[in-house]
């Protein structure tokens, strides 16, 4: 079974809830990767047996960070109209909130459409080097990360960059068949803009994430376990949080995602 | 009183409970103006006694059409920390829901700060000229639009642009100082996109909206009731869905807001 899936494997526990572990597999440098959580949520709607559709809009706050150990989902639809469904989501360790979420699920129709942010000019993934070395932190090794522009500073001198923006293949590590929870992981794989911007380790956390789902589940098919193009960036940084804006397209060039967040910096 | 003050007034009715009604001066084609109702769901964290900070991020979704008249907004501090807040704020019409929303607020502290997405060039907001006639729906009138590029279509032909982006000068109408509700609000006053790229009037309703505010209160008097920049583009269209990314910056060149959302739209 792949890490990803043992991951995000909820059990029942009554209506609308659910009971989940963390996963050593996805330990970040103070509890969990943060996707894997944001996964860990929407699969609460996933698996509900009231959902209708495929996710549109995913919103996680991360309220609290996790203590590794067993967590509790709530999952509640709000609202259910003809071919869409609102979904408020909360994440518990014991009485506590760790996590809060809205989704919006909806039944995807055939209509005229277009992209207007295409796949940048890159290299292909085999023509793109993977990192010589692990991870810091655990959950980088489930991922294959192949840098083309803006990766990990190669001194933390505290130089400034012109810009945060960072360009990357990635897939999970071993591969396996994109589905929207992995993708939901997958938006929150870039590492902190600041860092880009800075080449300084400030401490950070992010606050909330929100992925906008362009693809439905026949782009997903067609992208199986193909390497996705992330491209991030910051827009500003001020009084300890910073934004990111971020798309991910699949190799064939379709725009999968797009995805934003804030994250808290110390200083 | 200014009818914005007017439109987001709502009346105490419990703990975490407020009452409002929708109002005229903000009236769209059918129910009223997304921005307003979305700083209306705002109203009640800025109202609630417990609330620690100012906003960060807020995300309100569209779960239905608002009738015209009453509606009841609930609000939960469902996480406090030492200087960040996590909020569930839901609207509801009778025992539908209508809202769904979340929010982060915290205290600022001074930080190391730089911008990224810098003012564009743009002519002064006197330098640009007010649209001649009156809006088709009651809000528009509420705003005072300056647009620089990509207004709306001269003509409706389906003929299609190049891209979706519009950038005008805005500001309520008449003028009101700033505060994080009438910025909220002003976070949705774009056009659709759609409309943009395609110069043709389908159907559409937001989804879904998410703002990041940079924004902190100092920066809100420092704007009085100056005009906004705002700047706003689609980056897909797919599958009755597409998305917006905007900024919205003072005269003064500060970055206020970066905004994002999800629109439905027919065909």
Redesign the interface.
Known sequence: MHAFDLAVSLAPAGEGTWQGHTSPAYANMIGPFGGITAAQALQAVMQHPQRLGDP??F?V?F??ALQDGEFTVLARP??T?RS?Q???V?VRQGE???I???A?T?V??????????PLPRVPRPSDVAAPDRKGRVEWINRYDMRFIAGGFPAVWDGS?SQ??RTQLWVRDNPPRPLDFLSLTALSDVFFPRIWR??ATLTPIGT??M?V?F?A?SEHLRETGDGYLLGQA?????????F?Q?A?MWNEAGE?LV?T?Q?V????
Chains 1, 2 share one sequence.
Request: hydrophobic share 30%.
């Open positions: 549109v809009a919103t706050n309220a609290a709000a609202r109209n869409t609102h979904w408020i909360e506590a909130t760790v809060t979420a809205t919006v909806a995807r129709r055939e209509t005229w459409g277009i992209e207007e942010v400034e810009h945060s911007r800075r606050v909330t929100t906008y362009h439905g960036q910051a827009q500003g940084f001020r009084n300890g949080y934004d804006t798309q725009l797009t934003h804030v808290y910096y110390k200083e």
